[in-house]
């Protein structure tokens, strides 16, 4: 994207990345890398990479940005399709991921909760925000290349 448009929407991000929002998030980190780990204890083995490697970024992003616990599952899933780590079924998973996200920014459009969706909704530039689209790929790119450096 070209200036101005790429400066206000750095601005805007890094809003909602402050220095004190990631200090915030290091004890639920650190308790998702226990569950990770307290999950494989009873196996007696364990496998990093797949077992807390793979699977951690893509729940701390899901975490940031407010998923429920219930739904982790399935952004793994949908995450891994658009990357091309697991093949596809006959749902297109970036459609999919975009529904679920443009829910949940309606959502915190009414209600907001202490989440990066909700930051991103509240930060402005010069009485910029961002577009409801902008959010949704900003969404998404998070949450895809998030999982995408597991990978490489």
């Known amino acids: 994207m070209d200036p ?13 990345f402050t220095p004190r929002a ?5 004890p639920r980190i650190s308790e998702i890398v226990h ?13 990093v990479i797949d077992d807390l490697s793979y699977p951690l970024p893509v729940m701390v992003i899901a975490e ?34 975009s529904e679920y996200f443009l829910w949940m920014i309606k959502q915190r459009r009414r209600e907001p909760h202490d989440d990066l ?3 991103l909704l509240a930060a402005q530039d010069e009485g910029q925000r961002l577009s409801v689209q ?14 995408e450096t597991t990978l490489t």
């Open 35 to 47: 569950e990770l780990l307290d999950h494989v204890v009873s196996r007696g083995r364990m496998d």
């Open 64 to 97: 940031m940005l407010g998923v429920p616990l219930a739904d982790r599952e399935r952004f793994k899933h949908w995450s891994d399709q658009v990357i091309g780590a697991t093949s596809s079924s006959a749902q297109d998973p970036q459609q999919e991921m």
């Open 134 to 147: 902008e959010l949704l790929g900003f969404c998404i790119i998070l949450l895809v290349a998030g999982n």
């Open 22 to 26: 990631i200090a915030q998030l290091t």
């Open 117 to 119: 969706i909700s930051a």
């Open 4 to 16: 101005p448009r790429h400066r206000q929407l750095r601005s805007l991000a890094s809003q909602a």
